[in-house]
């Protein structure tokens, strides 16, 4: 499984621990911390919203990142 717990964390977008906003992996790399509140903490996403899987849809995400979340569309 490319993604999941059991392996290196590769997850494509991440969620700001303090404010929930989604932010890709690169974004976090760029500029060290959240592009909404400036928080360096971030978790794993778990789970989406239909508008957050359309926004991420549009950024071209990995389709086998998006598909654990299809039951959201």
Do not use: W
């Amino acid at each position: 499984m490319k993604y999941g717990k059991d392996g290196e964390f590769q997850d494509p977008i991440v969620r700001c621990d303090s404010c929930q906003a989604i932010n890709t992996r690169e974004e976090i790399q760029k500029f060290g911390s959240c592009k909404q509140c400036d928080s360096r903490r971030v978790r794993n996403v778990l789970t989406l919203t239909k508008e957050e899987y359309a926004y991420l849809e549009g950024l071209h995400i990995d389709e086998d990142f998006l598909s654990l979340f299809e039951e959201v569309a």
